[in-house]
Nanobody, 126 residues
Framework: QVHLVESGGGLVQAGGSLRLSCAAS????????MGWFRQAPGKEREFVAA????????SYADSVKGRFTISRDNAKNTGYLQMLSLKPEDTAVYYC???????????????????WGQGTQVTVSS
């Protein structure tokens, strides 16, 4: 079992940046693959980025590639999502997710993950 808490969301102008954090407690964080997803009003939750348990492999949605960077610090039991050049269409509630996984796997669908945080709101104004 792992408990996830996101932070770092907020209101930012288009072109701005934010860094989201996902603090994990419970089992050893390095045993878990991690991902970020987002959900805008009236839309389904969608994949944003994922990282393997060691941090050696990452994957991004096409819509954020080149603007967002996922990372993790297993010593601090924390994952991050650095978001640059934000656009109004990035507005959503952002969720981190985790699941026990093998070393090299990145997981990109909601069904792959067993544990979810409560979400943090990101609003990008035009």
């Amino acid at each position: 079992q792992v408990h996830l808490v996101e932070s770092g969301g907020g209101l930012v102008q288009a072109g701005g940046s934010l860094r989201l954090s996902c603090a994990a407690s419970g089992r050893i964080f390095s045993s878990y693959a991690m991902g970020w997803f987002r959900q805008a009003p009236g839309k389904e939750r969608e994949f944003v980025a994922a990282i393997s348990r060691s941090g050696g492999r990452t994957s991004y949605a096409d819509s954020v590639k080149g603007r967002f960077t996922i990372s993790r610090d297993n010593a601090k039991n924390t994952g991050y999502l650095q978001m640059l050049s934000l656009k109004p269409e990035d507005t959503a509630v952002y969720y981190c997710a985790a699941t026990v996984s093998r070393q090299t796997i990145v997981l990109v669908t909601t069904g792959d993950y067993d544990f979810w945080g409560q979400g943090t709101q990101v609003t990008v104004s035009s």
